[in-house]
């Protein structure tokens, strides 16, 4: 056997073992090792709404589709989110009338439940896809009502493009680089989609650093030197994760865009690191 394809045969096997270990909670990374603070394993029955005592929901259409020209109304019915019976949270973008809206989805938060500074962030998610879906796992500074986005940061640990399900983005924002300016990398596979299974992402954060995972492979580094305004990521943030429908980001939904569309949560993890 040629060389080359026996160590990629070798590399791909170690990827898959690896995205197959349970997460303990305390976990050890190279360099680094963590303790768990905080989680949300989703277990609970069928339709269940999220734990109340960690989460909470934006409703409605915000200001200008959220910001951004989405099209999606955000609800907290167990259409548009719930459990699945089987320990994952769904969170449903569904095609239809609703409150002068076309389309549904939600979008749960931490926001003064739940903030956390430095450590490791995770969560196992399988994503949906098609044109116009746009699924995020993401925070935001917890002064955010203070100083408004983008002085109060925002870390996008994942978001995808249902047109390029192959495809995730790792990003920040922050003064003087939000928006079309933001600081972003994309992670990708040749021969995958991340519809098709569970992956991990997750950051890695320290006082003058993030670093961004896919199944624990490092693929973007962010430090105060590579963004063009202020560092804001020295204070707690907020944990975020929805799907939307539409908007600047991701384009119009086709007809050929399947509904419903859920992304499904395996659970979410924040850690702190042990010095």
Not at 8 to 14: E, G
């Amino acid at each position: 056997m040629n060389i080359k394809i026996y160590m990629y045969l070798i590399v791909s096997i170690t990827i898959v073992l690896m995205t197959q270990c349970e997460v303990d909670e305390v976990q050890e990374l190279p360099g680094r090792k963590y303790e768990l603070v905080w989680s949300d394993d989703f277990e609970g029955p069928k339709n269940a709404a999220p734990d109340a005592g960690k989460w909470k929901f934006d409703l409605g259409t915000g200001i200008n589709g959220w910001g951004n020209g989405e099209f999606q109304y955000y609800t907290n019915r167990p259409e548009n989110v719930g459990m699945d019976g089987n320990g994952h949270l769904l969170i449903t973008a569904r095609s239809e009338a609703f409150a002068g809206s076309n389309f549904t989805s939600a979008r749960i938060k931490t926001q003064d439940l739940f903030a956390h500074a430095y450590g490791r962030i995770e969560a196992r998610i399988k994503t949906p896809y098609g044109p116009g879906i746009w699924p995020a796992f993401w925070m935001l500074g917890d002064n955010i009502d203070e100083v408004e986005w983008p002085q109060c940061g925002e870390i996008d640990i994942m978001e995808l493009r249902g047109q390029e399900p192959n495809v995730i983005n790792g990003t920040v924002h922050g003064p003087g680089y939000s928006g079309g300016a933001s600081v972003t990398k994309t992670f990708g596979f040749v021969n995958d989609r991340f519809d098709n299974d569970f992956h991990v992402f997750a950051v890695e954060w320290g006082e003058d650093y993030l670093d961004f995972f896919v199944d624990n492979t490092l693929y973007h580094r962010i430090t105060p030197e590579d963004v063009s305004g202020e560092w804001v990521f020295n204070r707690p943030f907020f944990i975020l994760l929805n799907v939307a429908v539409g908007g600047n980001y991701v384009g119009f939904p086709t007809p050929q865009t399947p509904f419903p569309q859920s992304m499904s949560i395996d659970y979410v993890k924040a850690y702190r690191e042990i010095k």
